[in-house]
């Protein structure tokens, strides 16, 4: 469970999770049909972590238009972290922000509270617990400078190719990579590769980036990478995935 006040509005979400990220950093994640709440944390220790200014912690949220609002580095506020259940892998905390749409707007989250949050880990030997709904693996990049964090991560194979997918509400960042692709460097565009972006506005293809395979067992059908690349008119940054394809 995770919900907060946004204006006058109850935002209540469907799903709430805690994913951890490689670097042992944890994004604490509620969706809606259309919105998102999403907050980074070094990591889960029972204490408050501020959010705003240069602070490794943020948090974020975004509408059902896609517009996205962040509290660094002019915003504020603060997650508290009262319970952390290590052996049923579950937190539960409380949580207000102010966040803004650079330029824009500003919104004001409050009186949040996550309960029982369900912990999905990286475990030391590198598998990664899946949700095969939901739950490839990780997924992470910038948009424009701002980040991105996908609450929902798919990683299917067809034929001739491993689609790689981060999307939550109306914004997905698609890659494509050729099934017997091997470790190495690859320049975009490319035969039989393809990135892509799309919003509400449509899909934008790359027009120039670059993909890094780091690991690719086809046994296991596990697939570790970065990547950017650029559109006509977004810039899509310090990608990173590390995903098992079904």
């Known amino acids: ?135 490839a693996g990780t997924f992470v990049c910038q948009i424009d400078g701002n980040p991105f964090n996908p609450f929902n991560v798919s990683a299917l194979v067809s034929t001739d190719f491993i689609e790689i997918k981060g999307y939550t509400g109306i914004k997905s960042i698609t890659i494509k990579v050729p099934i017997t692709i091997e470790t190495g460097s690859y320049s975009l565009p490319r035969m039989g590769f393809s990135a892509y972006y799309e919003d509400g506005s449509g899909l934008q293809d790359s027009v120039t980036g670059n993909v890094i395979i780091f690991e690719h067992d086809p046994i296991d059908r596990k697939i570790k990478g970065t990547f950017f690349f650029l559109t006509d008119t977004i810039a899509i940054t310090l990608g990173q995935f590390n995903v098992t394809y079904q």
């Open 1 to 135: 469970m995770l919900q907060a006040e946004i204006g006058n509005t109850l935002f209540r979400a469907l799903d709430a999770r805690i994913t951890e990220n490689e670097d042992g950093t944890f994004f604490i994640q509620g969706i809606t049909q259309q919105e998102s709440i999403t907050m980074k944390v070094a990591n889960l220790e029972v204490r408050t972590y501020n959010f705003g200014g240069t602070s490794a912690n943020y948090a974020s949220f975004e509408d059902l238009n896609g517009a996205a609002y962040f509290t660094n580095p002019d915003g504020e506020g603060w997650v508290t972290i009262s319970n952390y259940n290590e052996e049923a892998q579950t937190a539960s905390g409380s949580f207000e922000f102010r966040a803004i749409q650079e330029g824009v707007d500003t919104i004001a989250v409050q009186n949040g509270l996550f309960y029982q949050a369900k912990i999905l880990n990286i475990l030391p030997d590198d598998e990664i617990i899946i949700d095969p709904v939901t739950n």
